[in-house]
């Protein structure tokens, strides 16, 4: 096992690892992000996300700025689901202009307008489909209204590049 020491991203908190092991060799890590989420805790996976993410030595951080629910006119959607489903689509975007993939996004901040538990699926399956087995670490943060009054959700992202 590899022993990494390397600054990780754990629930929306910037954290200095001392020294952990992980089950994959560090040629595996090397150009990738490591997904650590601890057996003594909770496996969030099920619910869209990572307890905490490594980047490798010597990537590169790219901060994607907050990403709504626009279509390509700017218009909104007054429906929740379909703000989440184009911020995601809006979000690949710019990763295709980074040159990225969703498995290189290594943490996300949601930010959901009158948040309740009832939009917890439209998040995760929306998650699920964009990141499949590498789930970032992720916080969600409920807000009584974003930049404009139409916008109902927004994502932004910490991107690890080579």
């Not at 200095?16 to 595996?28: H, I, N, R, W, Y």
């Not at 980074?98 to 959901?112: C, E, F, I, R, S």
Request: glycine share 6%.
């Amino acid at each position: 096992m590899s022993h990494l020491k390397n600054i990780f991203v754990i629930g929306g908190i910037l954290a200095m690892s001392t020294s952990f092991s992980t089950s994959t060799s560090a040629a595996e890590t090397a150009d990738k992000l490591s997904i650590v989420n601890p057996q003594s805790l909770y496996d969030p996976s099920a619910h869209g996300y990572s307890v905490s993410v490594v980047a490798p030595a010597g990537a590169r951080v790219a901060y994607v700025s907050g990403q709504g629910g626009a279509d390509d006119k700017g218009a909104y959607s007054p429906e929740f689901s379909v703000q989440v489903k184009q911020a995601y689509a809006n979000l690949k975007k710019v990763l295709d202009a980074l040159d990225a993939t969703p498995a290189q996004v290594a943490k996300l901040t949601v930010y959901v307008v009158d948040h309740d538990p009832s939009k917890l699926g439209v998040l995760t399956q929306n998650v699920m489909e964009m990141f499949g087995e590498t789930l970032p670490a992720q916080t969600l943060v409920p807000v009584p209204k974003l930049a404009i009054d139409p916008m109902l959700f927004e994502v932004e992202a910490v991107v690890i590049l080579p």
